[in-house]
């Protein structure tokens, strides 16, 4: 049977002609793999032949193919009977890894695809449990139906690709989760090179070597791999219907990964990693391409859809848009005066990053009426505009762009009041603070919730600990039960001052909090525990430092080591290309070359510190307008890498997205809630009272003002502004400083705010 799914997908190929498409290697040029010669696509919008003939394959490539193949691998899989899948042990995922114990892949499939191992290379079956060396044996009559109501088989099934990454850090090789079997999916987990990882060069000397983008190379190289042995018939699977996820890092990832699916900008790093179905030949052109059975077949390194939870991404833009959320709050406290100066500063620079762009966005795109003219007919220009006397209460900022941002925030709390129904053992309390009987709890409606949760009187239950979302930190995985620090999962977010929601219990001052615990920050209290910006504690600074460089003496030394990092970075790696520029995910949305993902989701916590809203807004916009289906959620109560709760799940979008996109599949909905009837066991309540900015209305929903959503969002806050000692987002480099060097700089944003506004800032710098 493994022979009929090749030939499902060389029927599609054979009514079509494979012509000859290659294109001139370089940076920026573009070889599309998914725009065949004849322009054929499936209804993924994924090409189903390639574009390159037999006879430019070179014997180095034929050997790629020929290593990378499972069947010649002869792999481990080990049955588990609690999950009823199998699981593949690591093996590499390219023929030249750099360090082989980061660059490996591990898969889950469901045991209802497969009838067992053939050891013996007959096509036969011969072990059915257990752990057996061997080829799987597919089973293309079996189906399975998921959780909520979706159909798939062996050909079919979606596969999750884990992005792990936390902090932009190594990831080691490890086996698959089987968290997704249950689902019918297909479960991925990669390794990745990062800002830890290490070699030995010729010298003997331990040289650093996680240089952007190998992370995110090592990600796409091991969706080439599983999608080579799904064509192969070695995996169950689809190829069309990929799915990135991942959080925090990994969530940049996998925002990352889908955003750049097949731009050529990568090719060359991929080729250096030995990867399949991507090769260049003597004359300087792309191969995008496999060669099964004698025919060649497209290979894409994208994916069809991503589901993000707070995406550290886009950092390009990550220091501009952190300021300037800060700066919109009147009442922030900065720590420090260089601090405050250099926020005015960036946020004027934001203001005109954005305004440069031209942005717009459809209202029947984004669901609602933006401009408030009655409809969702318009195209709204996105714009940011100052009037320092007429918008004193954000310091003079206001405009389109920070009413869509207002109004997806409002829109993340009423889809928040709307999921209510869905918590089943919540305590809800009267106006006196006495807690309601069972008869009172069921006869409430969705708007009695709704105004207690505003009003603080409720206490969170238990319902919520069957979370799902990517693992801690990001790392391959699936379920999130338990608790976690920092807004991890299960934890208590980030949020917490002047009396809003989602509180964490260690005291008043969140700028006391370290930064994302994720990011190895534990130690960046102010003074006290390594430096910051150094191997042994990561790249982000807390913002609790009171501290503007514990390296310089003085601003114009930090100048000149900033001009001199972002030179070199400008000067391009090996290839020719600004890291930097590679790992800003705004480049390839809707680029020539890039082939863009049907549907993208990232669920933020609105409370939490480790990046902008903004940005997450920026990525909407983006995919919007280049007709990816793109939703973002700043989930009102939640922390760095908020859980699905209230009944949401990724299993949920995933199914309701299929359901959408492929034709002949089951239209997903989510089930209606069961009324909770009996209330929870808590003795007092320990929401908090935000009646006092919120306004409900049962028709128009909650609401407040650009001003107080400001305030909630830097109430989460828990990194320090940058443009000094240790910038946020340097963790992309992965150039690590010391006791007596700054991390390497390379935001060029700031280096324009530190020239131009030298003369003020050198007063303030390292002063109080």
Not at 248 to 266: E, N
Not at 434 to 446: H, W
Request: charged share 20%; aromatic share 10%; glycine share 12%.
């Amino acid at each position: 049977m493994k022979h009929f799914r090749r030939f499902t997908a060389f029927l599609l190929a054979s009514i079509m002609t494979i012509g000859l498409c290659s294109c001139s290697a370089g940076s920026g040029s573009s070889s599309d793999s998914t725009n065949a010669a004849d322009g054929s696509v499936n209804e993924s919008g994924q090409s189903t032949t390639a574009g390159s003939s037999t006879r430019n394959k070179t014997e180095a490539m034929t050997a790629i193919e020929d290593k990378l193949n499972l069947a010649n691998m002869n792999p481990e899989w080990t049955y588990d009977d609690s999950s009823d899948s199998w699981t593949l042990s690591i093996v590499t995922a390219v023929t030249k890894p750099q360090i082989e114990d980061e660059q490996g892949v591990s898969v889950c499939v469901p045991a209802a695809y497969v009838k067992g191992v053939d050891t013996d290379g007959d096509g036969e079956a011969d072990v059915t449990s257990g752990t057996a060396n061997g080829n799987l044996v597919m089973d293309d009559e079996a189906s399975v139906t998921s959780s909520n109501g979706q159909v798939y088989t062996a050909a079919t099934a979606p596969v999750i690709v884990n992005t792990g990454a936390a902090g932009y850090s190594e990831q080691q090789n490890q086996t698959a989760a089987s968290t997704y079997a249950k689902e019918g999916y297909i479960n991925v987990a990669c390794g990745n090179r990062g800002k830890q990882s290490t070699t030995t060069d010729e010298s003997g000397n331990t040289v650093y070597t996680g240089d952007a983008p190998s992370c995110l190379v090592d990600q796409k190289n091991a969706v080439r791999f599983v999608k080579y042995n799904i064509l192969l018939g070695n995996l169950p699977g689809s190829v069309d219907y990929f799915v990135s996820t991942g959080g925090s890092g990994g969530g940049a990832h996998a925002v990352m990964l889908a955003a750049s699916s097949d731009h050529s900008d990568y090719y060359d790093y991929e080729i250096a990693a030995g990867a399949v179905g991507v090769y260049q030949d003597e004359n300087g052109n792309y191969i995008t391409s496999v060669t099964i059975d004698g025919q060649e077949m497209a290979l894409s390194d994208g994916v069809w859809g991503c589901m993000a939870y707070s995406a550290i991404t886009s950092l390009s833009e990550a220091d501009m848009a952190m300021a300037f959320e800060y700066y919109l709050d009147t009442d922030y406290e900065f720590n420090t005066a260089f601090q405050k100066q250099t926020a005015q500063y960036l946020a004027a620079e934001y203001m005109d990053y954005i305004n440069e762009k031209n942005l717009s966005v459809s209202e029947a795109d984004l669901g609602f009426d933006l401009n408030q003219d009655g409809d969702t007919e318009d195209t709204v220009p996105l714009t940011i505009e100052y009037d320092a006397q007429s918008h004193e209460d954000t310091n003079g900022y206001y405009g389109t762009y920070l009413d869509l941002y207002l109004s997806e925030f409002r829109q993340s709390l009423n889809d928040y009041l709307d999921r209510l129904d869905y918590a089943q053992d919540w305590t809800w309390f009267d106006t006196d603070g006495n807690a309601l009987s069972d008869e009172e709890v069921a006869a409430m409606s969705s708007d009695d919730k709704a105004q207690a949760f505003i009003e603080g009187r409720y206490a969170k239950g238990s319902s919520e600990s069957d979370r799902q979302g990517p693992g801690p930190g990001g790392f391959p995985g699936g379920n999130n039960n338990g608790g976690g620090p920092g807004g991890f999962p299960g934890g208590n977010g980030n949020g917490g001052q002047k009396g809003f929601p989602g509180g964490n219990q260690t005291g008043e001052d969140q700028k006391d909090f370290p930064g994302d615990v994720s990011d190895d920050n534990q130690n960046n209290f102010p003074g006290g525990g390594e430096k910051v910006g150094t191997p042994d504690s990561g790249t982000t600074q807390s913002a609790g430092s009171g501290t503007d460089s514990g390296n310089y003496s003085s601003l114009e030394e930090m100048l000149e080591a900033y001009q001199s990092d972002i030179a070199e970075l400008e000067a391009g790696d090996e290839y020719g290309n600004n890291i930097v520029d590679l790992y800003n995910p705004i480049n390839y949305i809707g680029a020539e070359g890039t082939s863009n993902p049907a549907w993208a989701r990232i669920l933020s916590g609105a409370s939490e510190g480790d990046i902008s809203m903004m940005n997450s807004l920026n990525l909407q916009i983006a995919w919007l307008n280049a007709g990816t289906d793109a939703e973002i959620e700043w989930q009102w109560d939640g922390g760095h890498v908020p859980s699905e709760i209230l009944g949401d799940s990724l299993s949920l979008y995933v199914d309701e997205m299929y359901g959408k996109y492929k034709a002949d599949a089951v239209a997903v909905t989510k089930e209606d809630p069961s009324p909770q009837t009996a209330n929870g066991s808590a003795t007092e309540a320990a929401g908090t009272d935000i009646s006092g900015w919120v306004t409900y209305d049962s028709k128009e929903g909650a609401a407040f003002t650009l001003a107080d959503a400001v305030s909630y969002r830097t109430a989460g806050a828990s990194k320090a502004i940058p443009g000094f000692d240790v910038i946020d987002y340097g963790q992309e480099d992965y150039v690590f400083g010391s006791s007596t060097k700054d991390a390497r700089h390379w935001d060029k944003y700031v280096l324009k705010v530190l020239e131009e506004n030298q003369e003020t800032l050198s007063g303030l710098f390292n002063t109080q």
